[in-house]
Nanobody, 115 residues
Framework: VQLVESGGGLVQPGGSLSLSCAAS????????VHWYRQAPGKGREFVAV????????NYADSVKGRFTISRDNAKSTMYLQMNTLKPEDTAVYYC?????????WGQGIQVTVSS
């Protein structure tokens, strides 16, 4: 199983950024997939999930209405569109999939929101 994030970087407050996570080594369409983040000096926190069945989504209150999670099963890729970014969104962002009782993580990608 491999998860590889891309698309991070530096953006000004109020700006937008899109993250991607390319998955391999498992049948992507069968599993719920998640985004988490970890800010400096803080624990890792849930950001969003998209279900394997029906594509239902759920978000942390802190990002609801600003972030959108999506998936393309044909490409085995998930996305996180982040709009109206705030300095408190600065963190390392991780994609995640729980498969057979094992939690798999990407290497993480830095998102910095600063003027």
């Amino acid at each position: 199983v491999q998860l590889v994030e891309s698309g991070g970087g530096l953006v000004q407050p109020g700006g937008s950024l899109s993250l991607s996570c390319a998955a391999s080594g498992f049948t992507f369409s069968r599993y719920d997939v998640h985004w988490y983040r970890q800010a400096p000096g803080k624990g890792r926190e849930f950001v969003a999930v998209i279900k394997s069945v029906g594509g239902r989504t759920n978000y942390a209150d802190s990002v609801k209405g600003r972030f959108t999670i999506s998936r393309d099963n044909a490409k085995s890729t998930m996305y996180l569109q982040m709009n109206t970014l705030k300095p408190e969104d600065t963190a390392v962002y991780y994609c995640n999939a729980d498969i057979g009782g094992i939690s798999y993580w990407g290497q993480g990608i830095q998102v910095t929101v600063s003027s």
